[in-house]
């Protein structure tokens, strides 16, 4: 594992042990009293600021973490790879295919398991640390598409599709590559992403309504 995975693992979890208490406030207004200061008069909602808590807390410190020996960049979408073989690679991005702000909202809700003060719970984060920093290469449009997936504004988050089948909802196709370093002998694996079945319980809470009823029917 590099430096610079341990370093920024160990940031993430230091950032959200610290927000804990306000990701649990129970102030009762609907504008959380932690947001509201002298530069924020008006402050954000609870949805507002768990979005800003997770982002900071899970996101920004393990996409500098980059990915983990135990994930290398080995998978491409169908699209990207024909963009790449045009000379067009600045047309695709890299999908973190289980999203750590997603999975920030996971931890805080199981704090008890990840962020309590002894090494079995470190353990059990940096275990699900690694899990989010594996990648696929897909196209921009991808991306944007997948991004679609949830719908968040300032006073609701959900998810329309389980990120088991996120893949499969946009029509991913996905390759896995082989010895060559052009993708050219890159191989159709399954879209389907694995996820712990504790996550994917825990995310039905977030699931819109269309969602719920689609994932009991796949069920």
């Known amino acids: ?33 932690h947001t509201i200061g002298m530069d924020s008069p008006n402050g954000m909602t609870h949805v507002q600021s768990k979005k800003k808590m997770a982002r900071n807390g899970c996101y920004l410190p393990l996409f500098e973490a980059g990915q983990s020996d135990l994930y290398p960049n080995v998978l491409i979408s169908q699209k990207a ?22 999975i920030a909202y ?22 699900i640390a690694i899990l989010c920093t594996s990648q696929c290469r897909v ?9 679609q997936q949830t719908n968040s504004d300032s006073m609701i988050f959900e998810l329309t599709t389980p990120t088991r089948y996120k893949y499969q909802k946009a029509d991913i196709k996905v390759l896995k590559k082989g010895v060559k370093n052009d993708w050219t002998d890159a191989k159709p694996v399954s879209n389907i992403i694995e996820v712990p079945e504790i996550f994917e319980e825990w995310e039905q809470k977030y699931y819109a309504k269309e969602c719920l009823n689609e994932f009991q029917t796949i069920k």
């Open 1 to 33: 594992m590099s430096d610079a995975f341990h370093f920024n693992m160990n940031q993430s979890r230091d950032i959200l042990k610290m927000n804990l208490p306000k990701w649990n406030c129970q102030c009762g207004q609907e504008k959380c009293i």
């Open 81 to 102: 790879r024909k963009l790449i073989s045009q000379g067009k690679k600045n047309e695709t991005t890299m999908d973190h295919m289980r999203p750590p702000q997603l």
């Open 106 to 127: 996971f931890i805080y809700d199981h704090a008890d398991i990840y962020l309590a003060d002894t090494t079995e719970s470190y353990e059990k984060f940096r275990e």
């Open 139 to 147: 196209t921009k449009k991808q991306n944007r598409d997948l991004q």
